[in-house]
C-alpha cells in the first residue's frame, strides 16, 4: 500500500499531492511537468517534500511532523530511472549485485539467478553497460533495483528513451515480473498506452495535483485522465475475456460486461483476460438496429453523456451494459438523428479497428 | 659519462628529491580529494573564497609562499610553534618542510585535475547508489572515486612534477643544506654557480628529463588502464 500526503514548492512550482492505493501495478499518469517525478523522488528520498507525511507497506518513510526522514539508502525503495544509470566501471553482473551486496542477508528475498532467468540477462553477465542496447539497459537497471531486495520498485518513466521495438520488449520483462516476482510497482508515464497494458490502479497528476484516483479501467474511461493528458484521446478501455476462436475467419469472440465483441484472431486462450482499447472515432452510431452493414459489432445501449464538442464533432458516451463505449460523430448527425441523454442507440464498431492489449494489436 | 660522475652525493640528491615529491603528493591527495569534490559537488558559504585560496600558489611567486610558510611554520612562526612543543614537530629547514612547499605548490594543479573529472561524473548515479542502499561513504569509495580515478592519476602526477622541480618556495623556506634540503633544482643551480660546476649540473639535469619522462609515461599507462575501465570497455 501506497500512501502519500505531501506538499513542496520548487520555485514556481507547487506541488501538493495526497493519495492512498493499493494495487500490483499502480501507474502515476500525468502531463510532463505535472510533478510525476516529484512525487516518486519524494517516496524514494531523493526529494525531500516541504511537508506531509509517505509510508508503504505501513512502514513510515516519511513524516515531517514526527521528524521521520530516512534516508534513500535504508528505505529499500528499488527505483529504475528513464535512462537506467548504469554505473559505467562495473559489468552487468556487478551492477546487479551492488544492491543486494549492501542488502543484509535475512532481508533477502529475490534471488540473482531468479532475476536473471527473468529478465533475460543470463548471456550479458560479462558485458559492460556501453556495449547494451538500450532495451538490455533498462532490463539491467530492472533487475538491480530488484536485487537491492525493495519493498516497492518505482519505475519513472522507463520506456521513454526506448524506440517501439524496446518499448515492446521491456514491457513484456516487467508484465513477467508482475506475474512472478510479486512486488508492487508504481510506473510512471505520460504514455496512456502503457497505462492501459500494465496498470491496476492509476493515480492522475495534473499541475501538481492529484485530480483522480481508482482503477484502471473507470480511470482510463474518466473525464479526468482526458483532462490530464496532453492531446485529447477518446478511446476507452473494455476489460474483456476471450471465448472462443474462429480460425477459418481468423477472428475471436469476447466477452465483456456489455455483450461480445468480434475481434481480429489473437493469441490468447479461452477465458484469458484482456482489454480492448476502443476509440471513438472508430464507433459509429444508429437509431436502429441497421441492416445490410459490415460492420461486425453491434452493440445496444443508451446514452450516458453528450460532449465535448470540438469543431465539428462531438463525443457520445453510451452506457453499454456496464461497460461505456465512447463514439465520435459529427454535430450535424447528432442533430438529424436527434440524440439525447438516455436514447436508446446502437454502436458500430468494426472488427478491424479493435486494438488489444499485450498482444501485436497493442 | 652519466654514471661515472654520478657519487653518493648525486644519489643522495635524486633519492631525497624523488621522496619529497612522493611524499608531498600522497600527503596531500586525500586532502585534494576532499576539496575537489567539495567545490565540485556542493554549494557552500564561502567557496569563491576557498577556490581562491587553493589557486593562490599558481599566481603568487613561488618566493613569497615559502616566505609565508617561514613565517606561519618557522619555529617561532604561529603553526610551527604549536607543532615544535605539541608534537615535537619541525619543518623549517627540515626534508619534510621541503615536502609541504611541494605539496602547497602543486595543489591546485592536483585539486583542478580531479575537480573537472568529478565534475564529469553524473551525480544520478551517485543518488541511484543511494537508492540501492549505499551510504554516503560506500558510494563516494565504490562510484565517486573509482570514476575519478583518471583525474585523481592526472593530479598526482601533476603534483609530482611540479614537486620534483620545485624551487622558489622550497629555498625561501628549507634553504638549501646538503643531505636534508637539497633537491634537484637546487643541486642543479647550485652547481651552475661554482666554476666548473657545468658537468655536474648537466648531468643532474639529465636526470631530472627522465624522471620526469617516467612519471609521465607511468600515468598515461595508468590512467588508460583505468579510464578504459571507468569507460566500463574492458
Request: hydrophobic residues 50%; glycine residues 8%.
Amino acid at each position: 500500500m501506497v500512501d502519500v500526503d505531501i506538499e513542496q514548492r520548487r520555485g514556481e512550482f507547487a506541488l501538493a499531492v495526497r493519495f492512498v492505493v493499493d494495487a500490483p501495478i499502480v501507474g502515476l499518469f500525468g502531463a510532463s511537468g505535472a510533478g510525476k517525478t516529484s512525487v516518486v523522488n519524494a517516496i524514494a528520498g531523493i526529494g525531500k517534500p516541504d511537508r506531509g507525511s509517505i509510508s508503504i507497506n505501513g512502514t513510515m518513510l516519511f513524516d515531517s511532523v514526527r521528524g521521520i526522514d530516512i534516508p534513500p539508502e535504508r528505505r529499500r525503495i528499488g527505483y529504475v530511472f528513464q535512462d537506467a544509470l548504469l554505473f559505467p566501471h562495473l559489468d552487468v553482473q556487478r551492477n546487479l549485485l551492488y544492491g543486494q551486496k549492501l542488502c543484509p542477508a535475512v532481508d533477502r528475498f529475490i534471488e540473482p539467478a531468479r532475476i536473471v532467468g527473468l529478465l533475460g540477462l543470463d548471456r550479458l553477465l560479462r558485458r559492460a553497460p556501453m556495449t547494451l542496447s538500450g532495451g538490455e539497459r533498462q532490463r539491467v537497471a530492472i533487475g538491480r533495483a530488484l536485487l537491492a531486495q525493495p519493498r516497492i520498485l518505482l519505475m519513472d518513466e522507463p520506456l521513454v528513451a526506448l524506440d517501439a521495438a524496446r518499448k515492446d520488449e521491456v514491457l513484456e520483462y516487467i508484465e513477467r515480473l508482475r506475474d512472478d516476482v510479486r512486488i508492487p510497482i508504481v510506473y510512471v508515464t505520460h504514455s496512456r498506452s502503457e497505462i492501459a497494458r500494465l496498470a491496476d490502479a492509476v493515480v492522475v497528476l495534473t499541475h501538481g495535483r492529484c485530480t483522480a484516483v481508482g482503477d484502471a479501467e473507470s480511470i482510463l474511461n474518466d473525464a479526468a485522465m482526458v483532462a490530464a493528458t496532453d492531446r485529447y484521446d477518446d478511446a476507452v478501455m473494455i476489460e474483456a475475456r476471450v471465448v472462443a476462436h474462429d480460425s477459418s475467419d481468423r477472428l475471436t469472440t469476447l466477452d465483456f460486461d456489455g455483450g461480445q465483441l468480434i475481434v481480429p484472431q489473437l493469441d490468447a486462450l479461452p477465458h484469458d483476460r484482456v482489454r480492448v482499447r476502443i476509440r471513438a472515432r472508430d464507433v459509429a452510431l444508429a437509431i436502429s438496429r441497421p441492416i445490410g452493414v459490415s460492420v461486425l459489432n453491434v452493440l445496444p445501449g443508451i446514452v450516458a453523456q453528450i460532449g465535448p464538442r470540438v469543431g465539428a464533432s462531438v463525443d457520445v458516451a453510451i452506457a453499454v451494459g456496464n461497460a461505456t463505449i465512447r463514439a465520435r460523430i459529427t454535430q450535424r448527425s447528432l442533430r438529424k438523428l436527434r440524440i439525447g441523454n438516455g436514447h436508446r442507440v446502437h454502436a458500430l464498431v468494426k472488427a478491424v479497428s479493435l486494438e488489444l492489449r499485450g498482444n501485436r494489436y497493442d | 659519462m652519466l654514471i661515472e660522475g654520478f657519487g653518493a652525493h648525486e644519489w643522495q640528491i635524486v633519492a631525497l628529491s624523488l621522496r619529497v615529491a612522493f611524499v608531498s603528493m600522497l600527503f596531500s591527495l586525500p586532502l585534494a580529494i576532499i576539496v575537489a569534490y567539495s567545490l565540485a559537488r556542493h554549494q557552500f558559504i564561502g567557496k569563491t573564497i576557498v577556490d581562491a585560496i587553493v589557486h593562490l600558489p599558481l599566481v603568487l611567486p613561488p618566493v613569497v609562499v615559502g616566505f609565508a610558510l617561514l613565517m606561519l611554520f618557522g619555529r617561532r612562526g604561529p603553526i610551527g610553534s604549536l607543532l615544535d612543543q605539541w608534537f615535537g614537530i619541525v619543518l623549517a629547514f627540515r626534508w619534510t618542510g621541503a615536502a609541504l612547499a611541494s605539496a602547497i605548490m602543486g595543489f591546485p594543479l592536483m585539486v583542478r585535475a580531479i575537480r573537472l573529472s568529478i565534475a564529469a561524473i553524473d551525480p544520478r548515479l551517485e543518488v541511484a547508489a543511494r537508492t540501492l542502499g549505499g551510504s554516503r561513504a560506500w558510494v563516494f569509495a565504490s562510484i565517486t572515486l573509482p570514476l575519478a580515478l583518471p583525474g585523481i592519476i592526472t593530479g598526482a602526477l601533476l603534483s609530482f612534477a611540479r614537486g620534483l622541480g620545485e624551487f622558489g618556495a622550497t629555498i625561501t623556506f628549507v634553504s638549501s643544506i646538503p643531505g636534508e634540503t637539497e633537491t634537484l633544482p637546487l643541486a642543479i643551480f647550485a652547481f651552475t654557480q661554482v666554476p666548473g660546476g657545468d658537468a655536474a649540473a648537466l648531468r643532474l639535469s639529465v636526470v631530472a628529463v627522465l624522471l620526469s619522462l617516467v612519471a609521465l609515461a607511468l600515468s598515461e599507462w595508468l590512467t588508460r588502464r583505468f579510464a578504459t575501465h571507468a569507460d566500463g570497455r574492458r
